[in-house]
Protein backbone atom coordinates (compact mmCIF):
# COMPACT_ATOMS: atom_id res chain seq x y z
CA UNK A 1 0.00 0.00 0.00
CA UNK A 2 1.66 3.52 -1.11
CA UNK A 3 2.50 5.53 1.78
CA UNK A 4 0.79 9.10 1.56
CA UNK A 5 3.59 10.25 2.76
CA UNK A 6 6.63 9.75 1.06
CA UNK A 7 5.19 11.55 -1.92
CA UNK A 8 3.81 14.82 -2.23
CA UNK A 9 0.70 15.82 -3.97
CA UNK A 10 0.94 17.08 -7.02
CA UNK A 11 0.93 20.13 -7.94
CA UNK A 12 -2.51 21.69 -9.00
CA UNK A 13 -3.07 21.83 -12.50
CA UNK A 14 -3.79 25.26 -13.77
CA UNK A 15 -5.52 24.45 -16.98
CA UNK A 16 -8.74 23.24 -18.06
CA UNK A 17 -9.96 24.87 -14.66
CA UNK A 18 -11.81 28.09 -16.24
CA UNK A 19 -15.10 28.14 -18.45
CA UNK A 20 -14.85 29.75 -21.23
CA UNK A 21 -18.76 30.90 -20.67
CA UNK A 22 -17.24 32.49 -17.50
CA UNK A 23 -14.80 34.61 -19.50
CA UNK A 24 -17.02 35.53 -22.05
CA UNK A 25 -19.77 37.30 -19.80
CA UNK A 26 -17.27 38.93 -17.82
CA UNK A 27 -16.00 40.60 -21.19
CA UNK A 28 -19.75 41.41 -21.74
CA UNK A 29 -19.96 43.04 -18.52
CA UNK A 30 -16.41 44.83 -19.53
CA UNK A 31 -18.30 45.82 -23.02
CA UNK A 32 -21.29 47.28 -21.39
CA UNK A 33 -18.65 49.31 -19.29
CA UNK A 34 -17.08 50.99 -22.17
CA UNK A 35 -20.22 51.71 -24.22
CA UNK A 36 -22.04 53.32 -20.97
CA UNK A 37 -18.67 55.76 -20.92
CA UNK A 38 -18.64 56.56 -23.99
CA UNK A 39 -21.92 57.54 -24.01
CA UNK A 40 -21.87 59.82 -20.72
CA UNK A 41 -18.66 61.29 -21.94
CA UNK A 42 -19.95 62.29 -25.09
CA UNK A 43 -23.88 63.13 -23.67
CA UNK A 44 -22.93 64.75 -20.48
CA UNK A 45 -19.72 65.87 -20.58
CA UNK A 46 -19.44 66.92 -23.94
CA UNK A 47 -16.01 65.33 -24.76
CA UNK A 48 -14.87 65.01 -28.85
CA UNK A 49 -14.35 61.42 -28.94
CA UNK A 50 -12.97 58.98 -32.03
CA UNK A 51 -16.34 57.61 -31.25
CA UNK A 52 -15.86 55.53 -34.41
CA UNK A 53 -12.45 54.32 -33.98
CA UNK A 54 -13.88 53.36 -30.01
CA UNK A 55 -16.70 51.41 -31.26
CA UNK A 56 -14.94 49.71 -34.30
CA UNK A 57 -12.89 48.59 -30.55
CA UNK A 58 -15.86 47.70 -28.58
CA UNK A 59 -16.90 45.56 -32.17
CA UNK A 60 -14.44 43.39 -31.90
CA UNK A 61 -14.75 42.15 -28.25
CA UNK A 62 -18.54 42.07 -29.20
CA UNK A 63 -17.43 39.82 -32.21
CA UNK A 64 -14.71 37.74 -30.56
CA UNK A 65 -17.60 36.58 -27.67
CA UNK A 66 -20.16 35.84 -30.48
CA UNK A 67 -17.44 33.44 -32.13
CA UNK A 68 -16.81 32.00 -28.31
CA UNK A 69 -20.29 31.92 -27.71
CA UNK A 70 -21.70 29.88 -30.82
CA UNK A 71 -18.40 28.43 -31.80
CA UNK A 72 -17.71 26.83 -28.64
CA UNK A 73 -19.46 24.21 -26.29
CA UNK A 74 -21.29 25.37 -23.08
CA UNK A 75 -18.87 23.38 -20.74
CA UNK A 76 -15.79 24.32 -22.83
CA UNK A 77 -12.70 24.69 -20.02
CA UNK A 78 -9.39 26.59 -21.36
CA UNK A 79 -6.38 25.12 -21.19
CA UNK A 80 -3.49 27.29 -19.33
CA UNK A 81 -2.30 29.29 -23.17
CA UNK A 82 -6.01 29.89 -24.05
CA UNK A 83 -6.65 31.41 -20.87
CA UNK A 84 -3.70 33.65 -20.89
CA UNK A 85 -4.43 34.85 -24.48
CA UNK A 86 -8.39 35.23 -23.97
CA UNK A 87 -6.90 37.89 -20.55
CA UNK A 88 -4.14 39.44 -22.87
CA UNK A 89 -6.49 39.79 -25.43
CA UNK A 90 -8.82 41.90 -23.30
CA UNK A 91 -5.85 43.75 -21.97
CA UNK A 92 -4.40 44.74 -25.41
CA UNK A 93 -8.41 45.93 -25.90
CA UNK A 94 -8.25 48.02 -22.70
CA UNK A 95 -5.01 49.51 -24.04
CA UNK A 96 -5.82 50.68 -27.47
CA UNK A 97 -9.20 52.42 -26.01
CA UNK A 98 -7.21 54.04 -23.19
CA UNK A 99 -4.97 54.98 -26.13
CA UNK A 100 -7.93 56.59 -28.18
CA UNK A 101 -9.04 58.43 -24.80
CA UNK A 102 -6.39 59.91 -23.42
CA UNK A 103 -3.95 57.71 -22.25
CA UNK A 104 -2.88 58.03 -18.57
CA UNK A 105 -5.08 60.94 -18.32
CA UNK A 106 -7.75 58.81 -18.28
CA UNK A 107 -8.92 57.91 -15.05
CA UNK A 108 -9.59 54.41 -16.14
CA UNK A 109 -6.38 53.41 -16.97
CA UNK A 110 -6.25 51.98 -13.53
CA UNK A 111 -8.10 49.22 -15.11
CA UNK A 112 -5.54 47.70 -16.57
CA UNK A 113 -4.78 46.59 -13.39
CA UNK A 114 -7.59 43.85 -13.59
CA UNK A 115 -6.33 41.26 -15.94
CA UNK A 116 -3.24 40.59 -14.18
CA UNK A 117 -4.97 40.05 -11.02
CA UNK A 118 -7.03 37.76 -12.43
CA UNK A 119 -4.19 35.94 -14.28
CA UNK A 120 -2.66 35.72 -10.70
CA UNK A 121 -5.72 33.96 -9.08
CA UNK A 122 -6.30 31.81 -11.73
CA UNK A 123 -2.72 31.39 -13.97
CA UNK A 124 0.71 29.99 -13.24
CA UNK A 125 3.37 32.15 -12.37
CA UNK A 126 5.25 32.12 -15.54
CA UNK A 127 2.06 33.13 -17.42
CA UNK A 128 1.08 35.84 -14.50
CA UNK A 129 4.79 37.63 -14.96
CA UNK A 130 3.92 37.71 -18.98
CA UNK A 131 0.84 39.30 -18.27
CA UNK A 132 2.32 41.93 -15.73
CA UNK A 133 4.95 43.00 -18.25
CA UNK A 134 2.62 42.91 -20.91
CA UNK A 135 0.32 45.82 -18.61
CA UNK A 136 3.83 47.70 -17.46
CA UNK A 137 4.56 47.80 -21.41
CA UNK A 138 1.07 49.05 -22.08
CA UNK A 139 0.78 51.72 -19.39
CA UNK A 140 4.34 53.23 -20.32
CA UNK A 141 3.22 53.46 -23.84
CA UNK A 142 0.39 55.52 -23.09
CA UNK A 143 2.67 57.91 -21.30
CA UNK A 144 3.73 59.31 -24.44
CA UNK A 145 1.57 57.65 -27.38
CA UNK A 146 -2.23 58.46 -27.27
CA UNK A 147 -5.05 60.68 -28.55
CA UNK A 148 -5.65 63.93 -26.61
CA UNK A 149 -9.11 64.44 -24.60
CA UNK A 150 -11.09 67.14 -26.02
CA UNK A 151 -13.80 69.20 -25.04
CA UNK A 152 -16.25 69.97 -27.76
CA UNK A 153 -14.48 73.79 -27.96
CA UNK A 154 -11.01 72.05 -29.19
CA UNK A 155 -9.51 72.29 -25.33
CA UNK A 156 -6.97 69.53 -24.65
CA UNK A 157 -7.69 67.68 -21.15
CA UNK A 158 -4.65 67.11 -19.52
CA UNK A 159 -3.50 66.52 -16.17
CA UNK A 160 0.03 68.20 -15.12
CA UNK A 161 2.92 66.03 -15.90
CA UNK A 162 3.86 65.13 -12.65
CA UNK A 163 0.50 63.43 -11.76
CA UNK A 164 0.74 61.68 -14.81
CA UNK A 165 4.12 59.80 -13.98
CA UNK A 166 2.20 59.51 -10.39
CA UNK A 167 -0.38 57.59 -12.44
CA UNK A 168 2.24 55.67 -14.21
CA UNK A 169 4.33 54.75 -10.99
CA UNK A 170 1.06 54.08 -8.80
CA UNK A 171 -0.42 51.24 -11.93
CA UNK A 172 3.12 49.79 -12.12
CA UNK A 173 3.13 49.23 -8.36
CA UNK A 174 -0.42 47.97 -7.86
CA UNK A 175 0.29 45.66 -10.41
CA UNK A 176 3.27 44.09 -9.20
CA UNK A 177 1.88 44.58 -5.54
CA UNK A 178 -1.48 42.91 -6.42
CA UNK A 179 -0.11 40.51 -8.83
CA UNK A 180 2.38 39.19 -6.10
CA UNK A 181 -0.11 39.07 -3.64
CA UNK A 182 -2.82 37.72 -5.08
CA UNK A 183 -0.28 34.83 -6.28
CA UNK A 184 0.60 34.03 -2.67
CA UNK A 185 -2.96 33.97 -1.33
CA UNK A 186 -3.63 31.55 -3.90
CA UNK A 187 -0.88 29.45 -3.73
CA UNK A 188 -1.53 29.05 -0.23
CA UNK A 189 -4.85 28.09 -0.32
CA UNK A 190 -3.85 25.75 -3.40
CA UNK A 191 -1.19 24.35 -0.78
CA UNK A 192 -3.74 23.88 2.14
CA UNK A 193 -6.43 22.55 -0.31
CA UNK A 194 -4.48 19.76 -1.09
CA UNK A 195 -3.23 18.42 2.10
CA UNK A 196 -6.25 18.78 4.00
CA UNK A 197 -7.18 16.52 0.66
CA UNK A 198 -4.69 14.10 1.51
CA UNK A 199 -5.56 14.14 5.17
CA UNK A 200 -9.40 13.03 4.42
CA UNK A 201 -7.45 10.45 2.43
CA UNK A 202 -5.19 8.93 5.51
CA UNK A 203 -8.22 9.05 7.86
CA UNK A 204 -10.39 7.67 5.57
CA UNK A 205 -7.74 4.97 4.66
CA UNK A 206 -7.32 4.44 8.64
CA UNK A 207 -10.84 3.93 8.80
CA UNK A 208 -11.40 1.51 5.91
CA UNK A 209 -8.35 -0.58 7.89
CA UNK A 210 -10.74 -0.59 10.79
CA UNK A 211 -13.67 -1.82 9.40
CA UNK A 212 -11.62 -4.28 7.42
CA UNK A 213 -10.75 -5.24 10.91
CA UNK A 214 -13.46 -5.00 12.26
CA UNK A 215 -15.49 -8.01 9.57
CA UNK A 216 -12.29 -10.36 10.22
CA UNK A 217 -12.11 -10.45 13.35
CA UNK A 218 -16.11 -10.87 13.41
CA UNK A 219 -15.44 -13.69 10.72
CA UNK A 220 -12.73 -15.36 13.20
CA UNK A 221 -15.27 -15.48 15.89
CA UNK A 222 -17.97 -16.76 14.43
CA UNK A 223 -15.82 -19.47 12.54
CA UNK A 224 -14.03 -20.30 16.17
CA UNK A 225 -16.70 -22.59 16.90
CA UNK A 226 -16.65 -24.40 13.20
CA UNK A 227 -12.41 -24.45 13.04
CA UNK A 228 -12.62 -26.26 16.76
CA UNK A 229 -15.45 -29.01 15.91
CA UNK A 230 -13.02 -29.43 12.72
CA UNK A 231 -9.52 -30.06 14.38
CA UNK A 232 -11.45 -31.90 17.06
CA UNK A 233 -13.49 -34.26 15.10
CA UNK A 234 -10.37 -34.70 12.48
CA UNK A 235 -7.63 -35.37 15.52
CA UNK A 236 -10.36 -37.97 16.90
CA UNK A 237 -10.43 -39.40 13.01
CA UNK A 238 -6.70 -39.45 13.08
CA UNK A 239 -6.29 -41.98 16.03
CA UNK A 240 -9.09 -44.11 14.93
CA UNK A 241 -7.18 -44.57 11.81
CA UNK A 242 -4.00 -45.92 13.04
CA UNK A 243 -5.00 -49.13 10.53
CA UNK A 244 -5.30 -46.74 7.57
CA UNK A 245 -2.32 -44.69 7.26
CA UNK A 246 -3.63 -42.92 4.06
CA UNK A 247 -6.97 -42.17 5.77
CA UNK A 248 -5.02 -41.14 8.77
CA UNK A 249 -2.80 -38.48 6.71
CA UNK A 250 -5.98 -36.61 5.88
CA UNK A 251 -7.57 -36.62 8.60
CA UNK A 252 -4.13 -34.85 9.94
CA UNK A 253 -4.34 -33.22 6.53
CA UNK A 254 -7.60 -31.41 7.83
CA UNK A 255 -6.45 -30.59 11.41
CA UNK A 256 -3.22 -28.67 9.70
CA UNK A 257 -5.62 -26.88 7.53
CA UNK A 258 -7.76 -25.65 10.47
CA UNK A 259 -4.93 -24.55 12.34
CA UNK A 260 -4.54 -22.55 9.29
CA UNK A 261 -7.19 -21.13 8.69
CA UNK A 262 -7.39 -20.04 12.57
CA UNK A 263 -3.70 -18.44 12.37
CA UNK A 264 -4.70 -16.53 8.75
CA UNK A 265 -7.64 -15.20 10.68
CA UNK A 266 -6.15 -14.12 13.47
CA UNK A 267 -3.39 -12.63 11.98
CA UNK A 268 -5.53 -10.82 9.52
CA UNK A 269 -7.68 -9.31 12.76
CA UNK A 270 -4.68 -7.44 14.19
CA UNK A 271 -5.46 -4.70 11.58
CA UNK A 272 -8.73 -3.41 14.03
CA UNK A 273 -11.81 -4.52 15.67
CA UNK A 274 -14.73 -2.51 15.52
CA UNK A 275 -15.98 -4.91 18.21
CA UNK A 276 -18.36 -2.26 20.78
CA UNK A 277 -16.19 -3.83 23.45
CA UNK A 278 -12.92 -2.17 21.56
CA UNK A 279 -14.03 0.99 20.24
CA UNK A 280 -12.15 1.78 23.52
CA UNK A 281 -8.84 0.59 24.99
CA UNK A 282 -6.47 1.57 27.62
CA UNK A 283 -4.03 4.40 26.58
CA UNK A 284 -0.82 2.13 26.20
CA UNK A 285 -2.65 -0.52 24.25
CA UNK A 286 -3.59 2.38 21.52
CA UNK A 287 0.19 3.78 21.74
CA UNK A 288 1.33 0.22 21.03
CA UNK A 289 -1.01 -0.18 18.25
CA UNK A 290 0.15 3.07 16.40
CA UNK A 291 3.77 2.42 17.02
CA UNK A 292 3.48 -1.55 15.92
CA UNK A 293 4.03 -0.64 12.70
CA UNK A 294 7.53 0.97 13.34
CA UNK A 295 8.78 -1.29 15.67
CA UNK A 296 10.98 -3.36 13.34
CA UNK A 297 12.67 -1.08 11.56
CA UNK A 298 16.36 -0.97 13.48
CA UNK A 299 15.65 1.96 16.22
CA UNK A 300 14.47 0.82 19.77
CA UNK A 301 11.20 2.48 20.58
CA UNK A 302 10.29 2.99 24.27
CA UNK A 303 7.65 3.31 26.05
CA UNK A 304 7.40 4.98 29.46
CA UNK A 305 5.01 6.47 32.01
CA UNK A 306 5.49 9.53 33.27
CA UNK A 307 6.48 9.43 37.03
CA UNK A 308 4.04 11.26 38.07
CA UNK A 309 1.28 9.52 36.52
CA UNK A 310 0.75 6.52 38.98
CA UNK A 311 1.03 2.84 37.22
CA UNK A 312 0.34 1.17 34.73
CA UNK A 313 -3.16 0.42 36.39
CA UNK A 314 -4.50 3.39 36.66
CA UNK A 315 -4.10 4.41 33.40
CA UNK A 316 -6.76 5.96 31.81
CA UNK A 317 -9.45 4.06 29.16
CA UNK A 318 -9.60 6.12 25.74
CA UNK A 319 -11.41 6.16 22.91
CA UNK A 320 -10.11 4.09 19.99
CA UNK A 321 -10.31 6.90 17.00
CA UNK A 322 -8.55 6.08 13.90
CA UNK A 323 -7.28 9.90 13.58
CA UNK A 324 -5.87 9.38 16.82
CA UNK A 325 -3.86 6.22 15.44
CA UNK A 326 -3.04 7.42 12.11
CA UNK A 327 -1.81 10.93 13.82
CA UNK A 328 0.38 8.93 16.44
CA UNK A 329 1.49 6.63 14.00
CA UNK A 330 2.76 9.57 11.91
CA UNK A 331 4.51 10.92 14.71
CA UNK A 332 6.24 7.53 15.67
CA UNK A 333 7.26 7.43 12.09
CA UNK A 334 8.68 10.50 11.85
CA UNK A 335 10.89 10.23 14.99
CA UNK A 336 12.07 6.82 13.78
CA UNK A 337 13.32 8.06 10.61
CA UNK A 338 15.55 11.01 12.03
CA UNK A 339 16.43 8.83 15.45
CA UNK A 340 19.83 8.04 15.76
CA UNK A 341 18.90 4.68 17.59
CA UNK A 342 16.35 5.16 20.14
CA UNK A 343 13.21 6.96 20.51
CA UNK A 344 10.83 7.67 23.52
CA UNK A 345 6.86 7.53 24.07
CA UNK A 346 5.83 8.80 27.47
CA UNK A 347 2.70 9.35 28.63
CA UNK A 348 0.95 10.70 31.46
CA UNK A 349 -1.94 11.72 32.69
CA UNK A 350 -4.27 13.35 35.62
CA UNK A 351 -7.55 14.04 36.68
CA UNK A 352 -7.79 16.96 33.89
CA UNK A 353 -5.47 15.96 31.20
CA UNK A 354 -3.80 13.15 29.34
CA UNK A 355 -0.54 14.27 28.25
CA UNK A 356 1.54 11.85 25.58
CA UNK A 357 5.24 12.71 24.53
CA UNK A 358 7.30 11.46 21.51
CA UNK A 359 11.21 12.07 21.65
CA UNK A 360 14.25 10.73 19.96
CA UNK A 361 17.78 11.23 19.78
CA UNK A 362 18.47 12.73 16.41
CA UNK A 363 19.37 15.93 15.66
CA UNK A 364 15.99 17.61 16.50
CA UNK A 365 14.06 20.01 14.38
CA UNK A 366 15.83 22.93 12.29
CA UNK A 367 15.54 26.13 14.41
CA UNK A 368 14.19 28.18 11.66
CA UNK A 369 11.45 26.04 10.80
CA UNK A 370 10.04 25.46 14.18
CA UNK A 371 7.36 27.89 13.97
CA UNK A 372 6.50 26.36 11.09
CA UNK A 373 6.53 22.73 11.85
CA UNK A 374 2.82 20.97 11.21
CA UNK A 375 2.16 23.93 8.17
CA UNK A 376 1.65 21.96 4.87
CA UNK A 377 4.82 21.91 1.99
CA UNK A 378 7.24 23.74 4.60
CA UNK A 379 9.98 22.95 2.15
CA UNK A 380 10.05 24.56 -1.61
CA UNK A 381 12.34 22.12 -2.72
CA UNK A 382 12.80 18.32 -2.04
CA UNK A 383 15.66 16.97 0.17
CA UNK A 384 16.49 13.85 0.02
CA UNK A 385 17.96 12.29 3.48
CA UNK A 386 20.16 9.21 3.61
CA UNK A 387 17.98 8.08 6.61
CA UNK A 388 14.79 8.27 5.24
CA UNK A 389 14.98 7.01 1.96
CA UNK A 390 12.13 8.36 -0.20
CA UNK A 391 11.30 11.45 1.92
CA UNK A 392 10.73 14.62 0.09
CA UNK A 393 10.46 16.64 2.82
CA UNK A 394 7.52 18.47 2.29
CA UNK A 395 6.25 18.57 6.01
CA UNK A 396 2.74 16.84 4.86
CA UNK A 397 3.11 14.13 7.54
CA UNK A 398 3.39 16.31 10.31
CA UNK A 399 0.49 17.91 8.87
CA UNK A 400 -1.66 15.16 8.48
CA UNK A 401 -1.31 14.09 11.94
CA UNK A 402 -1.12 17.96 13.30
CA UNK A 403 -4.58 17.96 11.41
CA UNK A 404 -6.21 14.82 12.53
CA UNK A 405 -5.07 14.86 16.55
CA UNK A 406 -6.37 18.40 16.89
CA UNK A 407 -9.27 17.20 15.39
CA UNK A 408 -9.35 14.73 18.30
CA UNK A 409 -9.16 17.73 20.68
CA UNK A 410 -5.25 17.51 21.21
CA UNK A 411 -3.14 20.80 21.74
CA UNK A 412 0.28 20.05 20.04
CA UNK A 413 3.41 21.67 20.56
CA UNK A 414 7.02 21.12 18.98
CA UNK A 415 10.26 21.52 20.43
CA UNK A 416 13.98 20.04 20.43
CA UNK A 417 15.07 18.19 23.57
CA UNK A 418 18.47 19.83 23.81
CA UNK A 419 16.63 22.87 24.33
CA UNK A 420 13.79 21.67 26.41
CA UNK A 421 15.64 18.73 28.57
CA UNK A 422 19.71 20.52 29.16
CA UNK A 423 19.34 20.64 32.85
CA UNK A 424 17.53 17.27 33.09
CA UNK A 425 19.94 14.45 33.89
CA UNK A 426 17.47 11.92 33.30
CA UNK A 427 16.37 13.20 30.04
CA UNK A 428 19.62 14.61 28.37
CA UNK A 429 19.98 11.97 26.04
CA UNK A 430 16.90 12.88 24.25
CA UNK A 431 18.11 15.55 22.35
CA UNK A 432 16.31 15.12 18.95
CA UNK A 433 13.03 16.36 18.20
CA UNK A 434 10.45 16.63 20.98
CA UNK A 435 6.34 17.00 20.56
CA UNK A 436 4.22 16.92 23.00
CA UNK A 437 -0.01 16.30 22.80
CA UNK A 438 -1.92 17.55 25.81
CA UNK A 439 -5.81 16.14 25.40
CA UNK A 440 -8.37 17.01 27.72
CA UNK A 441 -9.02 14.55 29.39
CA UNK A 442 -13.03 14.54 29.19
CA UNK A 443 -12.41 15.02 24.78
CA UNK A 444 -10.91 11.22 25.00
CA UNK A 445 -11.81 9.40 28.05
CA UNK A 446 -14.09 6.90 26.91
CA UNK A 447 -15.41 6.68 30.84
CA UNK A 448 -16.82 10.21 30.91
CA UNK A 449 -20.28 10.97 30.41
CA UNK A 450 -19.78 12.49 26.57
CA UNK A 451 -18.12 9.43 25.90
CA UNK A 452 -19.14 6.31 26.90
CA UNK A 453 -20.59 3.76 23.94
CA UNK A 454 -23.17 1.36 24.06
CA UNK A 455 -22.66 -1.60 25.47
CA UNK A 456 -24.34 -4.61 24.53
CA UNK A 457 -24.81 -7.12 21.16
CA UNK A 458 -22.16 -5.90 18.24
CA UNK A 459 -24.13 -4.11 15.62
CA UNK A 460 -23.70 -5.40 11.92
CA UNK A 461 -21.08 -3.56 9.26
CA UNK A 462 -23.68 -1.12 6.93
CA UNK A 463 -22.82 0.47 3.91
Not at 18 to 42: D, F, H, M, N
Not at 125 to 143: E, P, W
Not at 377 to 394: I, K, L, N
Amino acid sequence: MTDINSEPLKSRDSGHWIRLRTLVLLRWWAIAGQVSALIIAERLYNLNLETGLCYLVIGVSVLSNLVAFFVYPENKRLRETETMLFVLFDMLQLGLMLHLTGGLNNPFSILIVGPVTVAASALSSRSTFFLGLAAIAIVSLLMDFHLPLRTEQGFILRVPDIFRFGNWVAIVISVIFLGVYSRWIVTEMHAMSDALEATQMALAREQKLTDLGGVIAAAAHELGTPLATIKLTSSELADELDDAPELQDDALLIREQADRCRDILRSMGRAGKDDLHLRKAPLMSVIEEAAEPHLDRGKSVNFDIHQDAGDEKSQPIILRRPEIIHGLRNLVQNAVDFAQANVWIESGWDDKTITLRIMDDGKGYPQHLLGRIGEPFVRRRSTHDPQRPGYEGMGLGLFIAKTLLERSGADMSFANGSDSFSSDSFSANRSGAVVELVWPRHMIDAMSAENLLPEGQNQPFTA
